[in-house]
């Protein structure tokens, strides 16, 4: 008979039970390993993805104008830079970080500073910075630090940084620590000494992260910001390159830890952000095209020529003969000008604001730059003949105002029997108005900055006297950051008196041909004058400048009679010699001006440095010939 085993009440056998324990902990221990590789690539993507949210408050998000522009958007949109980097020490007393702003442009002395910021924080400025140490606070705060004083006075002052009314922010929310028993078994050491004091300093702050940017294993991200020189830096302005990093799973990394060849830094997170990636170059470009403009408003456009290759002036300078006014914007209170702050006053002043005429005697409108000195407004003649106000000395210790107008322009083509049609006058606007009303009434860059205008008084010390050759108009844009002299300023116009100007020494040699076939008689009020037609060769010839000096006429036939004709100033170009007969004055009002009749004129063309054109000299003068 054959028995049938009844395995239903039968237990694991002894080796049955050992497979199944080794099975087991073979599968555990591969679990736990890939468990934990899991872990940490999710933490390293929750990692990149901190730092793309970074990049997006820093400079927006990736995208474009209808014209291929990059559209900047962020902190950097709206401040024209990237967020400074700022430094962080531990409060004892509040335990806290404590935000200090201290750079080496804070401070005359480098030597003072760098020992004042040892003393601190226990490293130098340039290697804290090259540590990756600092934090983009204005990414999320608009008061972003305490500034240091000068170290000199070993105290530091608690005037608070402000980022002002650009940044509209935030941009990132308030970082909080996630993590806070982190630093368990961490000291901070003020002012530290020992090599082990600072390198424990430095492990506290990477992992004290309340108030710092931190990665997904809870350690502060390190910001490295290059300029165009290779050096590392805490200003974000124009040619930084930024990296962004965390130290990666291993929690480690080897100075400069944005380079990955180094130890430790194989599995560092880095995002970098390129120049290119943050630099406006819309309004960059619109700006240029400005500037440009400006240029065009003031002395014509930079390329036309006429036929003989010689420069066609244009604009206010060649439609005056002169540099036209600055005008700043004041507060006026008995006769005495005073700059109007950019803040509301505290108590209501005497007077009213408005444009007023720069004065080279008024300290208040000097502007200075290194050793030279500056006279600095707005050029409100470009747009406007009533572009302000002018204060008169009346010479007994008070002062008056009257309006500044500028007497619109008069062709003397038209007006032949009219001697005051001299030419120059405002045939304006030589650009298109800005908006804005007051104070607000400024050409800007499109940045919504105030262009600088600014005429050069004195270099090195020594003055530059009036209408001499070496005076000079240069128009500045502040660039993306809105601060004139910070490194990202755009190439702007620069104009030389001696890019237009005919000098007084000039003379021109005429001769005079009787063609009528009988005497003329001319009294001794007839005269020779220059004037000036505009620089733009394309239209009909315009009278459009300058009077000459008065020079009696023959009294009898004569076939030739040579003069030379001594030029007032005024802008390069082409001019008219002409003969001009007066018209006898009127007795019963002696007070009108002289009225007469143009008899004869040609034209001629001197250049910016105060030359004839080639051919215009002694040996081939100019010839007004006088017909019936």
Same mark, same amino acid.
């Given at each position: !008979?054959?028995r049938v085993?009844?395995?239903?009440?039968?237990g694991?056998?002894?080796?049955?039970?050992?497979?199944?324990?080794?099975?087991?902990?073979?599968?555990?221990?591969?679990?736990?390993?890939?468990?934990?590789?899991?872990?940490?690539?999710?933490?390293? @993507?929750?990692?990149?993805?901190?730092l793309?949210?970074?990049? *997006?408050? !820093?400079?927006? +998000?990736?995208? /474009?104008?209808?014209?291929?522009?990059r559209?900047?958007?962020?902190?950097?949109?709206d401040?024209?830079?990237?967020?400074?980097?700022?430094?962080?020490?531990?409060?004892?007393?509040?335990?806290?970080?404590?935000?200090?702003?201290?750079?080496?442009?804070?401070?005359?002395?480098?030597?003072?500073?760098?020992?004042?910021?040892?003393?601190?924080?226990?490293?130098?400025?340039?290697?804290?910075?090259?540590?990756?140490?600092?934090q983009?606070?204005?990414?999320?705060?608009?008061?972003?630090?305490?500034?240091?004083?000068?170290?000199?006075q070993?105290?530091?002052?608690?005037?608070?940084?402000?980022?002002?009314?650009?940044?509209?922010?935030?941009?990132?929310?308030?970082?909080?620590?996630?993590?806070?028993?982190?630093?368990?078994?961490?000291?901070?050491?003020?002012?530290?000494?020992?090599?082990?004091?600072?390198?424990?300093?430095?492990?506290?702050?990477?992992?004290?992260?309340?108030?710092?940017?931190?990665?997904?294993?809870?350690?502060?991200?390190?910001?490295?910001?290059?300029?165009?020189?290779?050096?590392?830096?805490?200003?974000?302005?124009?040619?930084?390159?930024?990296?962004?990093?965390?130290?990666?799973p291993?929690?480690?990394?080897?100075?400069?830890?944005?380079?990955?060849?180094?130890?430790?830094?194989r599995?560092?997170?880095?995002?970098?952000?390129?120049?290119?990636?943050? *630099?406006?170059?819309?309004?960059?470009?619109?700006?240029?095209?400005?500037?440009?403009?400006?240029?065009?408003?003031?002395?014509?456009?930079?390329?036309?020529?006429?036929?003989?290759? $010689?420069?066609?002036?244009?604009?206010?300078?060649?439609? +005056?003969?002169?540099?036209?006014?600055?005008?700043?914007?004041?507060?006026?209170?008995?006769?005495?000008?005073?700059?109007?702050?950019?803040?509301?006053?505290?108590?209501?002043?005497? =007077?009213?604001?408005?444009?007023? &005429?720069?004065?080279?005697?008024?300290?208040?409108?000097?502007?200075?730059?290194?050793?030279?000195?500056?006279?600095?407004?707005?050029?409100?003649?470009?747009? *406007?003949?009533?572009?302000?106000?002018?204060?008169?000395?009346?010479?007994?210790?008070?002062?008056?105002?009257?309006?500044?107008?500028?007497?619109?322009?008069?062709?003397?083509?038209?007006?032949?029997?009219?001697?005051?049609?001299?030419?120059?006058?405002?045939?304006?606007?030589?650009?298109?108005p800005?908006? =804005?009303?007051?104070?607000?009434?400024?050409?800007?860059?499109?940045?919504?900055?105030?262009?600088?205008?600014?005429?050069?008084?004195? $270099?090195?010390?020594?003055?530059?006297?009036?209408?001499?050759?070496?005076?000079a &108009?240069?128009? *500045?844009?502040?660039?993306?950051?809105?601060?004139?002299?910070?490194?990202?300023?755009?190439?702007?116009?620069?104009?030389?008196?001696?890019?237009?100007?005919?000098?007084?020494?000039?003379?021109?040699?005429?001769?005079?041909?009787?063609?009528?076939?009988?005497?003329?008689?001319?009294?001794?009020?007839?005269?020779?004058?220059?004037?000036?037609?505009?620089?733009n060769?394309?239209?009909?010839? @315009?009278?459009?400048?300058?009077?000459?000096?008065?020079?009696?006429?023959?009294?009898?036939?004569?076939?030739?009679?040579?003069? +030379?004709?001594t /030029?007032?100033?005024?802008?390069?170009?082409?001019?008219?010699?002409?003969?001009?007969?007066?018209?006898?004055l009127?007795?019963?009002?002696?007070?009108?001006?002289?009225?007469?009749?143009?008899?004869?004129?040609?034209?001629?063309?001197?250049?910016?440095?105060?030359?004839?054109?080639?051919?215009e000299?002694?040996?081939?003068?100019?010839?007004?010939?006088?017909?019936?």
């Amino acid at each position: !008979m054959t028995r049938v085993r009844d395995w239903s009440n039968q237990g694991f056998t002894l080796l049955e039970i050992i497979i199944v324990l080794g099975v087991m902990s073979l599968f555990l221990l591969m679990t736990v390993p890939a468990a934990g590789r899991l872990e940490e690539m999710q933490r390293v @993507k929750d990692t990149r993805n901190r730092l793309d949210e970074i990049r *997006t408050a !820093m400079i927006g +998000h990736d995208a /474009f104008d209808a014209n291929g522009y990059r559209i900047v958007g962020g902190y950097a949109g709206d401040m024209g830079a990237l967020p400074e980097l700022y430094t962080s020490v531990w409060d004892m007393v509040f335990e806290a970080w404590e935000w200090v702003s201290l750079n080496e442009e804070d401070f005359e002395n480098s030597t003072a500073f760098e020992i004042a910021f040892e003393n601190k924080f226990g490293l130098p400025e340039n290697e804290y910075f090259a540590a990756g140490r600092g934090q983009p606070r204005g990414l999320w705060k608009k008061v972003v630090s305490k500034k240091a004083s000068d170290p000199d006075q070993q105290e530091n002052s608690e005037q608070p940084v402000e980022l002002g009314d650009r940044w509209r922010g935030p941009y990132l929310s308030d970082p909080k620590d996630e993590l806070p028993d982190n630093v368990g078994g961490l000291r901070w050491t003020p002012g530290p000494v020992l090599d082990s004091e600072i390198r424990e300093n430095r492990e506290y702050e990477m992992r004290q992260t309340e108030g710092k940017l931190a990665d997904a294993w809870g350690r502060a991200l390190s910001f490295y910001y290059v300029n165009a020189g290779g050096n590392y830096t805490a200003q974000g302005v124009a040619g930084v390159t930024v990296y962004i990093v965390s130290e990666g799973p291993d929690r480690k990394s080897t100075q400069p830890a944005h380079d990955e060849s180094l130890d430790h830094n194989r599995d560092n997170v880095i995002l970098k952000i390129s120049p290119r990636e943050w *630099t406006d170059d819309a309004r960059v470009d619109q700006t240029e095209q400005q500037l440009e403009k400006i240029r065009e408003a003031l002395l014509g456009k930079d390329a036309y020529y006429d036929a003989a290759g $010689r420069p066609l002036y244009g604009g206010y300078i060649q439609d +005056h003969g002169a540099w036209p006014d600055l005008f700043r914007w004041k507060k006026e209170s008995n006769a005495a000008s005073e700059e109007e702050s950019e803040e509301e006053p505290e108590e209501e002043s005497n =007077g009213e604001s408005n444009w007023y &005429l720069v004065d080279e005697e008024n300290e208040e409108d000097k502007f200075t730059l290194g050793d030279d000195v500056y006279l600095g407004g707005q050029p409100r003649g470009l747009w *406007t003949g009533q572009p302000g106000v002018k204060v008169i000395d009346n010479g007994d210790g008070t002062a008056s105002e009257e309006e500044y107008t500028l007497e619109p322009w008069k062709n003397p083509l038209l007006g032949e029997d009219d001697s005051r049609c001299i030419g120059f006058g405002w045939r304006g606007p030589y650009v298109a108005p800005p908006s =804005g009303t007051g104070k607000a009434e400024t050409l800007k860059d499109a940045w919504g900055t105030p262009f600088r205008f600014l005429f050069l008084v004195s $270099r090195g010390g020594m003055e530059i006297p009036d209408q001499d050759p070496g005076e000079a &108009l240069t128009v *500045t844009s502040a660039g993306p950051d809105g601060a004139f002299d910070t490194g990202d300023d755009l190439p702007g116009v620069e104009i030389r008196r001696s890019d237009w100007d005919v000098r007084e020494t000039m003379t021109l040699f005429v001769k005079l041909v009787n063609n009528t076939g009988e005497p003329l008689e001319l009294s001794a009020g007839d005269n020779m004058a220059i004037r000036f037609h505009p620089g733009n060769g394309l239209e009909e010839i @315009k009278a459009v400048s300058v009077v000459g000096e008065v020079y009696s006429n023959p009294t009898e036939a004569e076939l030739y009679n040579q003069y +030379h004709l001594t /030029f007032l100033r005024g802008c390069a170009g082409y001019r008219l010699a002409e003969v001009w007969q007066q018209y006898p004055l009127d007795p019963e009002n002696p007070e009108n001006p002289p009225r007469g009749k143009r008899m004869a004129f040609s034209g001629v063309y001197l250049d910016g440095q105060g030359r004839l054109a080639p051919g215009e000299d002694e040996s081939r003068p100019v010839i007004l010939t006088i017909n019936k």
